[in-house]
């Protein structure tokens, strides 16, 4: 193992456990010394450190559960219960592989298609609870990934029977006993929160997430993570909005995703948004709120009331004036977390924002806007215990932008709920007027074209705007493997332009994505090894199989060369550590490995919103809200831009929340939802980290591809949020993108709307470009402009 793979897992492990959520604790642990234990579930061995498709990682090693606590000196009792569930697992993945292709042949499509992503439910069996010891856990695993979603059924978002038969007697035999979750997002453990009283979330912590586990259920370290999405039974969360339809999702819930639904309305999940406790107690003693001008300061104390040293966040929310525009109960302001505290040890806390970013967006109007009234503050430990500190308060209307009209029409006006209102007594701070200037955007300003760019032939320009590709095309391409220059690669510009370097971009949120040994010789670079992810290699017939996974070669004489990434927690689990910090050196891990690797630009971090608990990829994502995932995405973000050479790739911009029929879905959204919900994550990284790329993503939004609005590409990303960097699409094949309503995104259109890359680029996408050009649909100049952008992003990246 290398150096730099040492260094990098001592940097993670830091932070593992402030990614996990203690949910309920008794007071049972941690254990005293490692002993016999009982460890039940299909996660003990078959621990998950990340989801599927782009989110996998070739990592060294892994340490699964099983591993982990018996190096941390356990002696597990269940091994004959352990070897007895994989044989059901092995049976059971056997009949879902037999079904899933009968059931592609049945509606005449693709299985390669409908197999992507799609995860076998946790299988029903009747295993005994029998194993000795008085300590025990259930590990319940869950997986998704790229291309589907999940469901709301039993062994998936639900527990299956057995799961709950499991717990219950695992309950009622132990005297300890902890359930832990080792998954990707919410499991809906309604019918078991009654029977259990210690319960982790352990997430998917990357390499070393068997040996996080042993550590905190050692004491070693204090989970200190908050909930980033709320938990709640399935049937609990807001059902005005659709999901998973195949042309157009309707998302009528508007502004009321996650806690701001189960808030106004006074629901109560059973883990409410920012929850999370710990081996110790705190207390979260208010302070001082000032004013300046529109900067707000929100002090408080925090002392640790336990017994063993641990963290806690200060969460910071503000309640704005229902007004023209209806408003959630809270939305978040900003938070804090402490130093590690000794028990009686206190840390003050400061929390500031800036009353301007929580203006509300007026569709009739065209402009963000602050009504006035009471804008009350509150501080607490998560979204419902809080306390009302101060009221700010506003006695005139303040437009705090004006913009243009964006976006098109979604067909129907946005549900507005009857909402929770309390009574609120407050020391109140009163908002001058004029302390905030109404920033005015400039549209439409002419883009300088760089000397190099205007002395291209129009050939040329076409290139530039079409990633690198063979003329022979090829299957690689719909799965992210389309790069020439690093094995594995998912994909680069062109190599076709003397003077122009190329830009190497990896797939993989949590790490990159690449082949781990290669060779070189003078035909270029050669990935070594099978070529698809397991999780995507099976979905295909066994004959396709062989030959794509055939392992090439090396030639006499080569040398072997490795290039083994870390994998890193997901985004959700960073995001609940709720430290930006640690986050930074989450990027940073990521790119020192892309300097070793020579690739310019991640494919990474992915910040769309936890619209919906079933979207497959919400793993990668970081919360359901805006804030929470525009921070940790710009703290990535400068972690990995700190190495020269390295950017992030921002995606998928924008809407993009549900993954089954995600190539030609239409995202019907307001503009108001699409500005403070879905847009703000991504205008919150561009403004405090500048990413050098933004992805664009499969889906319509109100009829239009993404990719294809000039309004969002141009107006919003670059005139509006000040975004320096290139836009690229994500990986659009033909053969996947399209449907009976639908049509998938073109290159041409896509140049058109000032996007710079299509990706990953094939001879068909430059005659359709081509084609626009010739036919005067497409100007020589935008493709100037275009290939500026492309042109000196990858001069500043060749170091």
């Known amino acids: 193992m290398y150096e730099y793979e040492k260094n990098h897992l001592r940097a993670l492990r830091k932070g593992l456990a402030e990614c996990t959520v203690l949910l309920k604790s008794k007071g049972d642990f941690p254990l005293r010394e490692a002993g016999l234990i009982a460890a039940y579930g299909n996660g003990v061995r078959n621990t998950i450190k990340g989801g599927t498709g782009s989110g996998e990682v070739n990592s060294r090693f892994f340490i699964n559960i099983e591993q982990g606590l018996e190096k941390a000196g356990f002696v597990l009792t269940t091994k004959d219960w352990l070897d007895a569930y994989d044989q059901v697992r092995v049976e059971a993945h056997k009949q879902f592989l037999k079904d899933l292709r009968a059931e592609a042949k049945r509606m005449h499509k693709n299985v390669f298609v409908m197999g992507m992503g799609a995860v076998m439910p946790e299988p029903e069996h009747d295993l005994p609870v029998d194993a000795e010891g008085d300590t025990a856990i259930y590990v319940l695993s869950r997986i998704s990934g790229e291309g589907s979603d999940r469901k709301a059924e039993k062994g998936d978002l639900k527990l299956s029977d057995t799961e709950i038969r499991m717990i219950r007697e695992i309950h009622e035999k132990y005297e300890h006993f902890m359930l832990v979750i080792n998954a990707g997002g919410p499991v809906d453990l309604s019918p078991v929160l009654n029977d259990v009283d210690n319960i982790l979330v352990l997430s998917q912590l990357g390499v070393e997430t068997g040996f996080a586990l042993a550590r905190i259920l050692l004491g070693k370290e204090n989970p200190s993570g908050k909930l980033t999405t709320t938990w709640a039974a399935a049937d609990a969360y807001c059902q005005e909005g659709q999901f998973g339809e195949r042309s157009d999702t309707e998302y009528r819930e508007g502004i009321y995703v996650g806690y701001r639904y189960f808030d106004t309305v006074g629901k109560k999940a059973d883990f409410p948004f920012g929850f ?350 805006p804030l929470i995932s525009g921070r940790m995405a710009a703290a990535i973000t400068r972690g990995v831009q700190n190495h020269p050479g390295c950017g992030t790739t921002i995606k998928h911009y924008a809407a993009n929340n549900q993954e089954i029929f995600r190539y030609t879905n239409n995202s019907k959204v307001s503009e108001r939802a699409m500005r403070e919900i879905y847009l703000r994550g991504f205008e919150i990284c561009v403004r405090e980290a500048q990413p050098k790329a933004v992805m664009t993503s499969y889906n319509l939004l109100n009829g239009t591809h993404t990719s294809e609005r000039r309004d969002l590409c141009k107006d919003i990303l670059r005139d509006e949020f000040g975004f320096k960097g290139i836009v690229m699409t994500d990986w659009v094949i033909a053969m996947m993108a399209s449907n009976e309503k639908y049509e998938g995104a073109k290159a041409g259109f896509v140049a058109k709307a000032s996007g710079e890359l299509f990706m990953p680029g094939g001879k068909k996408d430059y005659e359709h470009l081509m084609g626009m050009l010739n036919e005067g649909k497409l100007s020589r100049k935008q493709l100037e402009i275009n290939a500026t952008h492309v042109y000196r992003m990858a001069k500043e990246l060749d170091v």
């Open 276 to 625: 999370g406790l710990s081996y110790t107690t705190f207390e979260i003693e208010p302070g001082a709120v000032t004013v300046d001008g529109d900067l707000i300061t929100v002090k408080a104390a925090v002392t640790n009331t336990g017994v063993y040293s641990g963290k806690e966040v200060l969460q910071v929310y503000i309640s704005k004036p229902d007004g023209a525009l209806d408003q959630p109960y809270q939305d978040l302001a900003g938070f804090a977390k402490t130093r590690s505290l000794r028990p009686e040890e206190k840390e003050e806390l400061a929390v500031q924002f800036r009353l301007r970013d929580l203006a509300s967006y007026s569709s009739e109007l065209a402009a963000y806007i602050l009504e006035p009234g009471d804008y009350v503050v509150r501080v607490g430990s998560d979204s419902v215990d809080t306390t009302a500190v101060a009221i700010l308060r506003l006695a005139d209307q303040i437009v705090t932008r004006k913009v243009r009209r964006a976006l098109g029409d979604p067909g129907f006006t946005d549900y507005r709920p009857k909402k929770t209102v309390d009574i609120v007594d407050a020391p109140i701070l009163w908002i001058e007027a004029d302390a905030i200037e109404t920033e005015t955007i400039e549209y439409d300003r002419e883009e300088e074209i760089d000397p190099f760019v205007q002395d291209l032939t129009d050939e040329q320009l076409g290139l530039i705007n079409i990633g690198a590709f063979d003329p022979k095309g090829g299957f690689m391409s719909v799965i992210g493997s389309a790069g020439f220059s690093v094995a594995g690669a998912a994909g680069q510009s062109t190599q076709h332009i003397p003077g122009l370097p190329s830009m190497v971009m990896a797939d993989g949120p949590a790490g990159l994505r690449l082949t781990p040994l290669y060779y070189i010789d003078e035909k270029g670079v050669h990935g070594l090894g099978a070529a698809l992810p397991e999780s995507i290699a099976e979905m295909l017939p066994k004959p396709v199989q062989m030959l794509m996974n055939r392992k090439p070669r090396a030639k006499r004489g080569a040398e072997i060369m490795e290039q083994y990434a870390t994998a890193i927690p997901i985004g959700t689990a960073i995001a609940q550590s709720f430290n930006l910090d640690f986050a930074e050196v989450c990027g940073d891990v990521v790119g020192a490995e892309m300097e070793l690797m020579h690739v310019q630009l991640w494919l990474a971090p992915a910040l769309n919103i936890h619209r919906s608990v079933l979207c497959g990829r919400n793993f990668e994502y970081y919360s359901e809200d």
